[in-house]
Structure formats: C-alpha cells, structure tokens
C-alpha cells in the first residue's frame, strides 16, 4: 500500500472518529459518556417518544425542513434557468445576491433577519425560521438545478415546440420530467441543511424550537447526554439514507444527461 | 446559440425576479439595516437613531471586543491553514490514484460525515477531548499517564481541531475539482524533459492547483471566522470568538448597535482578507495566461 493511500485511509478515519462513538454511547449503558462502556442497552431509544418537548420539536423541524425544500427548491428552479438562458443586464449581479449566502458567515445573516423582523415588529415564529433556511439554501438548490439544467438537451424542449406544444406544456411534459432526478436531490439536500442547521433557527425561533434548538438546551444537562446520543444516531441514520438517495438521483440526472437513448 | 433574442430575454428576467425578489427582500435589506444600526445607540430599553460612530469607537478601543476579534482571525487561519494541508494530500489522492470509476465512491465517503447534525458532531468532540473523555480515559487505561490532560479542552486548540473536522470536506472538493482540470499531459512533458517528481509537483501540479486551494481556504476561513457553536461547546473562557459577543449584544445585553457594529467588522475583515486573497491569485497566475 502505497504511502498516500494509507494517509487517505486514515484521514477517512479522522473523519469518522466522532461520529462512530455516537452509536456506541446510545446503547451504552451508563449516564456518563466516557470509557469503560458498562453494558448494552435500550433504554435511551425508548426514553425518546416519552419525551413531549423533543417529539415536538421533531415535529417542528420537519414541518420547517419541508416547506424550506419546496421553496427553495421552486426559487432555486426559476433562478437555475434565468441563469442558463440568454444574458440580460442585472443577471449576473442578481445571481451573485442568490449566492451570496455561500460566502457570508451564518451569524450574519440570523442577525441581519432578527433585527428586521424586530424593527417592524414582527413575531418569532416557525415560519420566520423557513425564511432563513430557505434564504441559505437557495444557493444549493440553484447550483444542482443549474448544473441539471445545462446537462438538458436544448434540442428536446424544440422538438416539443416544433411539434406543436405551448410553452408550458413543454416545461411540464418534457422539461420537467427530464429534471426531476435533479429535482429530487435538491429538495433533498435542501431538507437536510434544514433539517440540521442551528445558528439561524436558534436567533429566529420563536416559542417552537425545532431539533436542534431543543438538542442545544438539552447539552446543558449531563444526565440527558445518552438520549441525546440515541437521538443522534437516529439522526445520523435519517441523513445518511437522505443524502444516499440524493447521491443516486443526481447520478440519474447525469446518466440521463450523457446517455438519453440508453433507456431514460 | 444563446443568442439574445428579445423573447428569451424578458423570459429571463421574469424568472430571476421571484428568487432576486427574494434575496433582495431577505439579504441586501437586512444586510442594510445592519449597517444603519450600527450607526445607531441603544439608550436603555429605546434606540437612539442620531447617527454616530460611538459603537465602531468601541469596538475597536474595548480590549475584549479587540481581543475577541484578533483571537477569531487567528483561530480561522490557524484551521483554514491546518485545513488545506491536511486535505491537500486526499484530494491528491483521489484525483491521480484512485480509479475513475471509484472516485465518485471516495467522495461520497468524504462527504458522508458533513451531512450529519454540526451540533451532534462538535459536541462529540467534547466527548472525545474532555476531562473524562476518550483520549483521556484511552491514555490512562494505557498508563501513558497519571492524570487526565486537561490543555485538551477548552482552549483555542480544540477549537482549532474541532472545526478543522468539521471543515474538511469543504477544503478537499475544490482541491480536488482544480486537480480534475489539470491537463495531465503537461505532467508528462515536465517529466519527459527530465525534472523529478518532486520538482514536477513543485513547478507544474502545485501552481496549477493554486486556484483550487485558494478556494478552499476561503470556503473554509469565512464561515469558521463566524463560527458561534464550537467555541461555545469546546472552547471555554478563552477559546470564545466574536460571534459569541455578538450573540451576547443582541440577545443578552440588548446592545443591539453595538452587535450590529460588531458584525459589519466582521464582515468587513471577511470581505477584505477575499478580496486580498482573489487579488494575489489573479497576480500568481496572470503572466502564464
């Protein structure tokens, strides 16, 4: 073995260290998170739907996590294809405020939007948490549909012109078919950074908190660490399955995109 | 065939204006009224609108808010640095020695741990550094030593090992995107006239990498600048970094113009050391075309 690939190997190792001590701390039977383990349990699994203010803020997370995917994915559309079409003036700039999210640090932007909605005095409520979310998941969403738009074969959306479609019964019967693995992971990405993201949700939430805000003042207390640990692994679980199925439908996207005639 | 023909266009225009709409409405305003605000005073519980230059004034006089900042700077070189260097190699790796049908697989795998909760992942840190921690726990069941480290945690330097962690997939994407375009048959030809290999990295793979790298470094340094859990979860009394004063201003002491003023340094630092960084690339790479 090769010196670098070995380097590789373990820096993949660095990079999971962390994330494998969660599984073994939730069936750990013990309220202190440290080494020896004393036994297996499942007691913090079972501890977690009799907890009302974390099965609440579940349900909160998922209902903000949602509505951000189905927004900024329908923004992120309309933005991906002004900016795969003929130049006009202003798009670049307006394209550069789309993404500017990217390249600004979170506290920015959870500050700029707490002190607006405190000036015009409006309340903190979950909905002001998806207008964060999906402020900063817009880049994401435009940046996968931009890229599975400019894999689409223009000559497609002409056949369906020239054969007599209006242009929106080719955007709905040809354009979006073809897009949809493209669709599908960007409104899977953009659920799960919503589904994790912490700083904006914990300066927008109101009196619901969503997941992670809940995880956050739950920290606090060493003797709820192993639930958080179970909730951890579960949440682990959902994010791999999520960004897996991502993974495929992009990798659809891209063998629609190089090989039409091989069965798409 | 992008030709701008008039129909094409105004459909343009109608399309960016929703998701434009939008950033407008929920960015540059927001943005503006930072910097408004921190031309503004917090008198008790009412705001002063009188414009003045009192909160930039103490934001630089103050030793703690000077302390807070300097700290944040060298804390997000210290991980940018540390970063990149660590990625450097992986991204080498998988671009000039794994498979072409495997890379995909490597990136996935190195992506796979960013995906999962930032606030499960920088408190397992905690775990693993702190007092009772793995490390420690690890070190004294092996009787490497008598007592628990306690420089582990709670100072800039868990800091520092946790959020270069939490960044490296950051670092190691567009290092590896550069390494991707790189013309391997200009490689060859450094080879072929008869450098080493070290030197061919040197002067032909390095160089035309640099793009890549310094766009790393800059997705890497902006958020870790800004970053608020990590210190907050790992760094104790003097681990903490500006975006937890500026928690403090705006929820805790109600200063929210002092936050605010805070804030715009930030920004102001973050956008200067980018633009920096963008002009001594364009001057690196310019003469060669």
């Given at each position: ?264 | ?28 305003g927001p943005l503006g009224t930072i910097v408004l605000f921190s031309f503004w005073s917090q008198d008790f519980l009412a705001l002063d609108r009188s414009p003045t230059l009192g909160n930039y004034a103490e934001a630089l006089r103050e030793p703690l808010y000077r302390e807070l900042m300097l700290r944040s700077l ?216």
């Amino acid at each position: 073995m090769s010196g670098l690939r070995l380097y590789a190997l373990v820096y993949l190792a660095f990079l999971y260290a962390p994330i494998a001590l969660l599984p073994i701390f939730a069936f750990n039977d013990g309220t202190v998170i440290a080494f020896p383990l004393d036994g297996f349990t499942l007691r913090w699994f079972r501890e977690l739907p009799q907890t009302p203010a974390l099965v609440a803020s579940v349900r909160t997370s998922l209902w903000i996590a949602g509505s951000t995917a189905l927004l900024s994915t329908v923004l992120g559309l309309c933005a991906a294809r002004a900016g795969t079409m003929a130049r006009f003036g202003g798009r670049d700039a307006m394209m550069g405020l789309i993404m500017l999210p990217l390249v600004l640090p979170e506290i920015i932007v959870a500050v700029a939007l707490l002190v607006v909605l405190l000036a015009l005095g409006l309340p903190l409520t979950g909905w002001t948490v998806i207008a964060g979310h999906t402020l900063i998941c817009l880049p994401f969403s435009t940046a996968i549909l931009g890229s599975a738009f400019r894999a689409l074969d223009p000559a497609l959306e002409e056949a369906g012109i020239d054969l007599g479609l209006g242009r929106a019964a080719v955007f709905l019967r040809v354009t979006l078919p073809l897009l949809m693995p493209g669709i599908i992971a960007s409104l899977l990405i953009t659920f799960t950074i919503s589904l994790d993201e912490f700083i904006i949700a914990f300066f927008l939430t109101g009196t619901e908190p969503t997941l992670p805000v809940y995880l956050w003042g739950q920290l606090r207390f060493p003797q709820k660490i192993p639930v958080v640990m179970a909730l951890g692994t579960i949440l682990l679980v959902i994010s791999v399955v999520l960004i897996t199925l991502a993974e495929i439908a992009r990798r659809r996207a891209a063998a629609r995109a190089t090989g039409i005639d091989s069965g798409a | 065939m992008a030709q701008a023909d008039p129909g094409s266009v105004r459909r343009g225009r109608a399309l960016i204006a929703a998701p434009a709409l939008y950033a407008l409405l929920l960015l540059a305003g927001p943005l503006g009224t930072i910097v408004l605000f921190s031309f503004w005073s917090q008198d008790f519980l009412a705001l002063d609108r009188s414009p003045t230059l009192g909160n930039y004034a103490e934001a630089l006089r103050e030793p703690l808010y000077r302390e807070l900042m300097l700290r944040s700077l060298a804390i997000a070189m210290a991980v940018t640095v540390t970063t990149v260097l660590l990625a450097f190699p992986v991204a080498y790796f998988v671009s000039f020695k794994v498979a072409p049908a495997r890379k995909a697989l490597w990136l996935f795998l190195i992506t796979i741990p960013f995906w999962t909760s930032y606030l499960v992942r920088v408190f397992l840190w905690k775990v693993i550094l702190g007092f009772n921690g793995v490390v420690n726990a690890s070190l004294l069941g092996a009787g490497i030593i008598d007592a628990p480290l306690t420089f582990i945690l709670y100072n800039p330097v868990s800091v520092v090992i946790t959020l270069t962690h939490a960044f490296a997939p950051f670092a190691i994407l567009p290092i590896y995107v550069a390494l991707e375009r790189i013309d391997h048959s200009l490689i060859e030809a450094s080879r072929d006239l008869g450098e080493s290999r070290a030197s061919t990295f040197r002067r032909v793979t390095l160089p035309l990498a640099l793009p890549g790298v310094m766009a790393a470094a800059l997705i890497v340094f902006i958020p870790v600048i800004g970053d608020y859990v990590t210190p907050r979860l790992v760094g104790g009394p003097s681990g903490l970094m500006i975006a937890n004063m500026i928690q403090t201003q705006f929820l805790k002491l109600n200063n929210a113009p002092l936050g605010a003023a805070l804030a715009v340094l930030a920004m102001l630092i973050v956008t200067a050391i980018a633009l920096v960084a963008g002009l001594a690339l364009r001057r690196f790479s310019g003469p060669r075309g």
